[in-house]
């Protein structure tokens, strides 16, 4: 009896273990080794439970990690180039420039860890997520309703924002945006809470932490 139930102890850990290395799939990985021909990936599994997948790596084997990631991650992110469509009233207005950088929110996203033979490593992710930057406007007598002189006001930016990082670096397509004045002054531009889409390029903050580290 006692030989049976060692016998299936003895099946069933390794029946888990033939598991852990057929199943390299990890909800947050917290440690890449690669030694030599060998991988070891350390991280929780969907249901919690902390574990490590190890393989041996032949030449052009690539591990690779998708993940669904439902916490906020955040990038800076520039608009270089933001389009106001035209309207019944007020004409079209093209916007192209690197002095704008706001805050990109993401809150969901699909990532794509890859680890190569030659130790090089990638991440890919695509996103959804909204926009805050703070937006400097030219009011001037074409652009205002009660014909303005020419001055500067601080308007806030919000857009939902369409995200494509490749290591950290984000490509970014704002659909939708709109821009609202802080004062009295800028609810007389007439591009104030119109709709505009953009594209925006960006870097995960992440980066910046590195950097500062150093």
């Not at 969901?108 to 930057?133: C, M």
Request: aromatic share 16%; hydrophobic share 40%; no cysteine.
């Amino acid at each position: 009896m006692r030989t049976k139930i060692l016998l299936l102890f003895l099946l069933g850990w390794v029946g888990m273990a033939y598991g852990q290395v057929d199943n390299p799939y990890f909800k947050i990985i917290t440690g890449v080794k690669i030694s030599n021909d060998t991988i070891t990936v350390k991280g929780f599994r969907e249901n919690g439970n902390f574990d490590k997948f190890i393989k041996k790596m032949t030449l052009g084997y690539v591990y690779s990690n998708k993940t669904v990631v439902y916490y906020p991650k955040f990038s800076l992110l520039t608009l270089p180039f933001k389009i106001r469509p035209k309207t019944n009233d007020y004409s079209s207005s093209a916007y192209s420039g690197l002095d704008n950088i706001g805050l990109n929110i993401d809150f969901s996203s699909l990532q794509w860890d890859k680890y190569f033979s030659t130790w090089r490593s990638s991440s890919s992710r695509v996103s959804a997520g909204i926009l805050l930057a703070p937006a400097v406007e030219e009011l001037t007598i074409e652009n205002t309703k009660n014909n303005s002189a020419n001055k500067k006001q601080l308007f806030i930016s919000t857009g939902i924002t369409l995200n494509y990082s490749y290591n950290k670096l984000t490509f970014t397509i704002v659909p939708v945006g709109f821009d609202f004045a802080t004062n009295t002054a800028g609810k007389e531009w007439v591009y104030n809470k119109r709709y505009w889409w953009g594209f925006g390029i960006g870097l995960d903050l992440k980066i910046l932490e590195n950097l500062i580290d150093k």
